[in-house]
């Protein structure tokens, strides 16, 4: 059984930054993408950004210049830096994983709450 716990979340101001982090444990996922996605209220969940085994990195637009992700295989996480927050970055951040052969994203963390206040 594979487990993803995300932490790092909280309650910031415009233009403060956060680290998110997420952590897998369990069954050992073969090479595979982490990535993470948003859902804000009311709204449909998003993609946020992906990392493959190898280092390469897809950011969406909405995001692209403010957030990083990163991951460290030898310790089994994937991070997010999130920098210069918006109040429209208000939503639950999930982390999101595959392994080598897998159709999108089987593997779901339980997420954690950003909130930015203006």
């Known amino acids: 059984q594979v487990r993803l716990v995300e932490s790092g979340g909280g309650l910031v101001q415009a233009g403060d930054s956060l680290r998110l982090s997420c952590a897998v444990s369990?069954?050992?996922?073969?090479?595979?993408?982490r990535a993470w996605f948003r859902q804000a209220p009311g709204k449909e969940r998003e993609f946020v950004a992906s990392i493959t085994w190898d280092g390469d990195t897809n950011v969406a637009n909405s995001v692209k210049g403010r957030f990083t992700i990163s991951r460290d295989n030898a310790k089994n996480t994937v991070h997010l830096q999130v920098n210069s927050l918006k109040v429209e970055d208000t939503a639950i951040y999930y982390c999101?994983?595959?392994?080598?052969?897998?159709?999108?994203?089987?593997?779901w963390g339980q997420g954690t709450q950003v909130t930015v206040s203006s």
């Open positions: 369990g069954r050992t996922l073969s090479f595979g993408t």
């Open positions: 999101a994983a595959n392994q080598a052969g897998d159709n999108g994203y089987p593997y």
